[in-house]
């Protein structure tokens, strides 16, 4: 099915394209919020995703690609929850408590990276590195090369000047090497 033929069957309500749109983005909008979100946060914030999709589906006018705008959604929602996650830990601890405050730190995706290095390295040594990265560089890794995407697509998804993806993503790339490199694994 095209997108805008998806975009008319999700306009109509029919749930026949949700579960299409639901199956083709999921794992992606998955492994963006990965970047943004704690591992027991994911499902809710994957489900806000989708009723944003479904709350918003009206006022698509197809001026960008579905993908772009449904991407960009998962960056706001994974955002919002990074936020809250940040109040959270900014809040005084309970110190009479008898147990102790967590905080897991998440691992960013698990798609296999197509890289001829990473093919190399175990699972669990690319997700250690890649947690070393701010959120902002694990997402445009993923969106170029894991995903695919074009550089005026991050750009629109991650509300960036074209320019600036590009310098971002060389940097994110430049410090992922210099990571994997001192952790002696090429």
């Known amino acids: 099915m095209t997108d805008e033929k998806l975009v008319e069957a999700l306009k109509k309500g029919d749930q026949n394209a949700f579960k299409i749109l639901y199956d083709e983005y999921a794992p992606k909008i998955y492994g963006i919020l990965k970047n ?25 006018e197809g001026r960008s690609k ?18 809250n996650y940040s109040k959270e830990i900014e809040r005084p601890m309970d110190l009479d408590s008898e147990e102790p405050e967590t905080y897991n730190v998440q691992p960013v995706s698990d798609t296999n990276v197509k890289k001829e290095v990473f093919n190399e390295l175990s699972y669990e040594m690319i997700l250690e590195i890649m947690e070393q990265l701010d959120e902002d560089e ?31 993503l060389h940097y994110a790339r430049k410090k992922l090497k210099k990571l994997i490199e001192e952790a002696n694994l090429i």
Do not use: C, H, M
Request: proline share 3%; hydrophobic share 40%.
């Open 66 to 83: 579905l993908s772009t705008w449904i991407y960009r959604i998962a960056v706001n929602v994974g955002k919002d929850y990074s936020r």
């Open 138 to 168: 694990r997402l445009l890794i993923k969106l170029r090369d894991i995903d695919g995407l074009s550089y005026n697509e991050i750009a629109e998804i991650a509300d960036l000047p074209l320019g600036t993806v590009k310098s971002k």
């Open 36 to 60: 943004y979100v704690r591992p027991n946060e994911l499902e809710d914030a994957l489900q806000e995703v989708f009723v944003r999709i479904l709350k918003g589906i009206n006022n698509f």
